[in-house]
């Protein structure tokens, strides 16, 4: 007997997978925060500097000094370059270069959206504007670090235990963020709260998996995404009360402590106890979840947990590394194919949520927008996946990359347009990473599927810590990161024609299935 043969018993998604699934969706609100506060607390408000030379208007900031004399980024290099009107309020203040000179007298930023940000605490404009972004890259790459490191531990260890530990480090690092000295530390914090999301995020994803039935797997994964859609949404209203960059990482990082509890009612993975030999232990968890759900085993059951004690051990004992994801050809070409999407999907989905307030909106309405729109994109992969995994993937990759390639044709000053535009490619990013992980687990073979997800994961990392550096583009061009999402969405929107469909069809076992079906299709 398998163990989805097991939960079918006892019951795929009753009571107890209901109740499992809340203290799982619970930490996704947080984990939105922690993934995207940095919209907000690195923002960089409209500024300019203080210098010797009367260049500026200080009643553009609404500032009190009217002694004071101003300059922007491009202007401390050639204090010729803009100069202000003083009759004409509505000009632009803020520009920014990366080759001009230091400010000597000192930034003065505007505080009518942000009372303060890491921006304007530590000066991070001008020649130090790509610390921010690059503070962003080394975010991503702690979750790029723990998906790798907690991956790991959690295959030895359990699930649950590493869940526990990324909860309580996160709140531990998180509120140390809100408490640190300089931005260096400030970032080593943020690193390591990035991992402590990926420990949470995808181990979360496992132990509700695991414990679900075949049928109910795919909208158990569909309700953790719409919490994380919903803190998405949240954040706007937490940030638009709490403009102080301090105490808005605490407001998100304290309320990690109300999941002490945790330690007393999250359950560890039956199927990973059997897996590990702690059958008693798994027993007894079984025994409590067929109770819970109305569906109490009897002594006749017995035979059940003998017949459990051989679960999780494969019939074909060779070892497979991830070098078989590469080996033979048509393995080969679908496993790039899938790497790929992996990585410019994370990438774009990032590289817009992140940098919002180039749209030219409010940037909490923006945010609002754009968590709302997770939801219907999410929604209706559950419609569409059904027909066919190619052609939704395909479809939905195609409508995100046209939608960032047209706002860059879009004027600056048709901003409410240009967010549009962006709302619609950020649907179709959603919708496509939603379909990527069901797409891929259907597409790699029983022998190697764990090893695949894993690559594809890093893959996905990958693009997150690329994102933010996309941005720096802007210096060369104020267009071309979105014509970078653009250009390489649309590219994975091609590569997907050459995917199998899945849809529909048995799972391929081993490597010689993929490569047997591929001679069938040609």
Not at 102 to 128: M, P, Q, Y
Not at 247 to 267: D, E, M, N
């Amino acid at each position: 007997m398998s163990f989805d043969e097991v939960l079918d018993r006892i019951g795929g998604f009753g009571r107890f997978q209901k109740t499992l699934y809340v203290w799982i969706c619970l930490p996704q609100i947080f984990l939105a925060f922690h993934m995207l506060v940095s919209v907000f607390t690195g923002a960089v408000p409209p500024h300019l500097c203080r210098s010797s030379q009367p260049v500026g208007d200080p009643r553009l900031l609404g500032l009190n000094n009217s002694n004071a004399s101003w300059e922007t980024c491009s202007s401390l290099q050639n204090v010729q370059l803009y100069q202000l009107n003083h009759s004409d309020l509505s000009l632009p203040i803020s520009e920014h270069s990366t080759t001009s000179k230091s400010c000597k007298g000192g930034w003065e930023f505007s505080k009518d959206v942000f009372l303060s940000t890491v921006v304007t605490e530590w000066d991070l404009v001008c020649e130090n504007a790509t610390l921010n972004n690059i503070g962003s890259s080394i975010y991503m790459f702690g979750l790029l670090v723990g998906a790798v490191l907690f991956g790991a531990l959690a295959d030895k260890y359990g699930r649950r235990t590493i869940i526990l530990i990324g909860l309580a480090a996160q709140v531990i690092f998180g509120v140390g963020a809100a408490f640190a000295p300089n931005f260096y530390i400030y970032v080593m914090l943020r690193f390591v709260v990035g991992m402590t999301v990926s420990a949470v995020i995808m181990n979360a994803f496992v132990l509700g998996t695991e414990w679900t039935g075949p049928k109910q797997r795919m909208l158990a994964g569909v309700i953790t995404d719409y919490f994380f859609g919903f803190g998405y949404i949240l954040l706007a209203g937490v940030a638009y009360l709490i403009p102080d960059w301090r105490k808005l990482q605490l407001a998100i990082s304290a309320p990690g402590f109300l999941f002490l509890f945790y330690i007393w009612v999250l359950p560890e993975s039956a199927r990973w106890l059997m897996a590990n030999q702690k059958h008693e232990e798994a027993l007894d968890l079984i025994r409590k979840a067929a109770l819970i759900n109305g569906k109490p085993l009897d002594d006749d059951d017995i035979e059940l947990f003998q017949s459990l004690k051989n679960v999780e051990k494969l019939e074909d004992q060779r070892k497979y590394t991830v070098i078989d994801l590469v080996r033979t050809p048509t393995m080969r070409k679908q496993s790039l194919i899938l790497f790929y999407l992996w990585f410019v999907n994370v990438l774009v989905y990032y590289g817009l949520s992140l940098n919002i307030s180039d749209f030219g909106m409010n940037i909490y309405l923006t945010q609002m927008i754009f968590g709302l729109v997770e939801m219907p994109a999410r929604t209706v992969t559950l419609f569409t996946l059904n027909r066919s995994r190619r052609i939704s993937q395909l479809a939905f990759l195609a409508t995100g990359g046209l939608a960032c390639l047209l706002t860059t044709f879009i004027p600056d000053d048709l901003s409410a347009v240009r967010t549009a535009l962006a709302m619609v490619g950020k649907f179709g990013i959603t919708a496509s990473l939603s379909i990527v992980y069901i797409y891929s687990a259907e597409v790699f073979p029983t022998v190697i599927r764990q090893n695949g997800i894993g690559m594809g994961s890093m893959c996905a990392r990958a693009g997150g810590v690329i994102a933010p550096v996309i941005y720096l583009l802007r210096d060369s061009s104020h267009h071309a990161p979105m014509v970078v999402f653009g250009l390489c969405t649309l590219i994975g929107a091609v590569l997907t024609m050459f995917l199998p469909e899945t849809a529909h069809k048995p799972l391929p076992d081993t490597i010689e299935d993929v490569e047997r079906t591929d001679d069938s299709e040609a």
